[in-house]
C-alpha cells in the first residue's frame, strides 16, 4: 500500500519562502509521476506542478511558474516544492500525489494515491 505523507506546511508572511515535502512509502518511488495540488477554502482542487520519473521535466500551473520549484530524490523517496513570492491568494491546503500514467498528467483522475495534505497559509 502506498503512502505519501506531506510535511513543511506552516504559516509565513506575503513575500516569503517556504518548501513542503512529501515523502512516499509501500512502493518504488521512481515508477511514479510525482504531482502537487492544492485547495484553497471555498475551491475546488487545482493542480499546482508535477515532475517527471526522472525529475528532468517539470510542469507548473501558469500562476505558479517562476515563483515555484520541484524536485525529487528517488534514493530518499521525497519530493519537494519549492515556493518563493508567496501571496496571500497561495493559501491552500497542498496535496502531495502519485500517478502511474503514461505521461506528465495535470487531471487529478490521473493520480493513484494522495497524501493528507499540509496547509499553507499566507498572510498579508
Known amino acids: 500500500q502506498v503512502q505519501l505523507v506531506e510535511s513543511g506546511g506552516g504559516l509565513v508572511q506575503a513575500g516569503d519562502s517556504l518548501r513542503v515535502s512529501c515523502v512516499m512509502s509501500?512502493?518504488?518511488?521512481?515508477?511514479?509521476?510525482m504531482g502537487w495540488f492544492r485547495q484553497a477554502p471555498g475551491k475546488e482542487r487545482e493542480f499546482v506542478a508535477a515532475?517527471?520519473?526522472?525529475?528532468?521535466?517539470?510542469d507548473f500551473a501558469a500562476s505558479m511558474k517562476g515563483r515555484f520549484s520541484m524536485s525529487r530524490d528517488n534514493v530518499k523517496n521525497t519530493v519537494h516544492l519549492q515556493m518563493n513570492s508567496l501571496k496571500p491568494e497561495d493559501t491552500a491546503v497542498y496535496y502531495c500525489?502519485?500517478?502511474?500514467?503514461?505521461?506528465?498528467?495535470?487531471?487529478?483522475?490521473?493520480?493513484?494515491?494522495w497524501g493528507q495534505g499540509t496547509q499553507v497559509t499566507v498572510s498579508s
Open positions: 500525489a502519485a500517478s502511474r500514467y503514461y505521461t506528465m498528467t495535470r487531471y487529478e483522475r490521473n493520480y493513484d494515491y
Open positions: 509501500g512502493r518504488t518511488f521512481s515508477s511514479y509521476i
Open positions: 515532475i517527471s520519473r526522472t525529475g528532468s521535466i517539470t
